[in-house]
């Protein structure tokens, strides 16, 4: 199936810091999924990008998707305690199949 | 909407024993997921049905595990006999069959056997 490499696997930052992760695939993504999951809780979805380029934007959250579509960000500014837990991209196989791939995910610590 | 409800929540079992996960997923999502959760291998799939029906089930780890979707609004997932290196956190997930619409997970059952 389809494989994506997420970096890093951990960030601490003092709050107020920017914080950013990537995931990056070897070959052309159809679409991308970004999820959140708070310490001792479930994934939660925050995100599809679908096209190549695409931006978007959620408060501080920002989404990338890359030209090529094989790599995609998050950036969050001002990180706050509230946005400590662990972040994770994730991808679909091809063709029609559902299932999603998740990246190891990067574990965000935020330090008040 | 409640949501994936999942149950039970924490489970502890005797290695060797039987186990069964439970969850209702959203009503109307067509596509239900079941995930695994450890340190070492991350979030794995297991298998995961469309209309109720099997559609892959290469994640599932050995005939140890199984899994059923009798109806529209339940799966189990179970463990028999099991094992310590079974001890994970099972995530449950639906989704509609519409694109851009992302998973929506279960509290997951924390699985320890001992």
């Known amino acids: 199936g389809q494989q994506v490499m997420q970096i890093p696997q951990y960030q601490h930052v003092q709050e107020g810091e920017d914080f950013t992760t990537y995931c990056n695939s070897s070959?052309?993504?159809?679409?991308i999924q970004w999820y959140k999951q708070r310490p001792g809780g479930h994934p939660v979805f925050l995100i599809q990008?679908?096209?190549?380029?695409e931006v978007k934007k959620q408060k501080r959250l920002t989404f990338q998707f890359g030209e090529a579509k094989k790599n995609s960000s998050l950036h969050i500014t001002a990180t706050q305690t509230t946005d400590v837990g662990t972040y994770f991209c994730?991808?679909?196989?091809?063709?029609?199949?559902?299932?999603?791939?998740f990246g190891s995910g990067t574990q965000l610590t935020v330090l008040p | 909407d409640a949501g994936v409800i999942q149950s039970p929540r924490h489970e502890v079992t005797e290695m060797g024993q039987e186990v069964t996960l439970r969850c209702k997923p959203i009503?109307?999502?067509?596509?239900l997921f079941w995930y695994r959760q450890t340190m070492m291998r991350g979030l794995e799939l297991l298998i995961y049905?469309?209309?109720?029906?099997?559609?892959?089930d290469s994640g599932m780890p050995e005939d140890r595990f199984s899994a059923k979707m009798p109806n529209a609004s339940f799966s189990t997932l179970k463990i028999q006999p099991s094992e310590p290196r079974d001890s994970a956190v099972y995530f449950c997930?639906?989704?509609?069959?519409?694109?851009?619409?992302?998973?929506?997970f279960g509290s997951g059952t924390r699985l320890t056997v001992v």
């Open positions: 009503s109307g999502h067509d596509y």
């Open positions: 070959t052309t993504l159809s679409n």
């Open positions: 049905f469309n209309n109720n029906v099997p559609i892959d």
């Open positions: 997930a639906s989704r509609t069959g519409a694109s851009g619409y992302g998973y929506t």
């Open positions: 990008l679908v096209k190549s380029g």
């Open positions: 994730a991808v679909t196989s091809s063709g029609s199949a559902r299932q999603l791939t």
